[in-house]
């Protein structure tokens, strides 16, 4: 089965920072993943599709890049709004979909 | 608006069943997959299961921990998606939403309704 390996579980920025999270899959996904931000009590919301594609009405301090096993979601300078934790998902025609574990980024 | 919204999630004892109901608005549900994403208490998501559209044929797959217990279905004349759930088990405690979404990833979440299982 494919494992999701995300890096660090938690981080801790100030806001203004960059700030860069790693995704990494047992397995080549080509581009089949996704990035979702979830705060407290709520409902996860989508950020980035195929690695790299921005979801509408995203702002455009989030990026993500990466192909085959590795990817990274950047926020490029981390707003209060941001602080939340933050999961990557894959999707595999064999294994369907699988989410990393989660990091959590807080104020430092 | 696009909505989805859950219901029908409560106590249940271990063994028992219950049946989750998501109401989508908004969208063209018919021509939509939807997926069941599962979150049991302080810990990640967990994908639970996905049917296609009918157009596709309708076809649902399960993660392994819910295979042969829970089963997905839709009705496209109500715009609702539903997930039956047998032989409920503690692990199976979680908040679960109804998502939006095929090989991109989940782009609608639903609110969630929480499933407890308890003696």
């Known amino acids: 089965d494919i494992q999701m390996t995300q890096s660090p579980s938690t981080l801790s920025a100030s806001v203004g920072d960059r700030v860069t999270i790693t995704c990494r899959a047992s397995q080549s996904i080509s581009s089949w993943l996704a990035w979702y931000q979830q705060k407290p009590g709520k409902a996860p919301k989508f950020l980035i599709y195929?690695?790299?594609s921005l979801q509408s009405g995203v702002p455009s301090r989030f990026s993500g890049s990466g192909s085959g096993t590795e990817f990274t979601l950047t926020i490029s300078s981390l707003q209060p709004d941001d602080f939340a934790t933050y999961y990557c998902q894959q999707y595999n025609s064999g294994v369907m979909y699988i989410f990393g574990q989660g990091t959590k980024v807080e104020l430092k | 608006e696009v909505q989805l919204v859950e219901s029908g999630g409560g106590l249940v004892k271990p063994g028992g069943s219950l049946r989750l109901s998501c109401a989508a608005s908004g969208f063209t549900f018919t021509n939509t997959w939807m997926s069941w994403v599962r979150q049991a208490p302080g810990k990640g998501l967990e994908w639970v299961g996905r049917?296609?559209?009918?157009?596709?044929?309708?076809?649902?797959e399960y993660a392994a921990p819910v295979k042969g217990r829970f089963t997905i279905s839709r009705d496209d004349s109500k715009n609702t998606l539903y997930l039956q759930m047998n032989s409920l088990e503690t692990e199976d405690t979680a908040m679960y939403y109804c998502?939006?979404?095929?090989?991109?990833?989940?782009?609608?979440w639903g609110q969630g309704t929480k499933v407890t299982i308890s003696s």
């Open positions: 049917i296609k559209s009918k157009i596709d044929g309708e076809t649902t």
């Open positions: 998502v939006t979404g095929a090989y991109e990833g989940f782009d609608i």
């Open positions: 195929k690695a790299s």
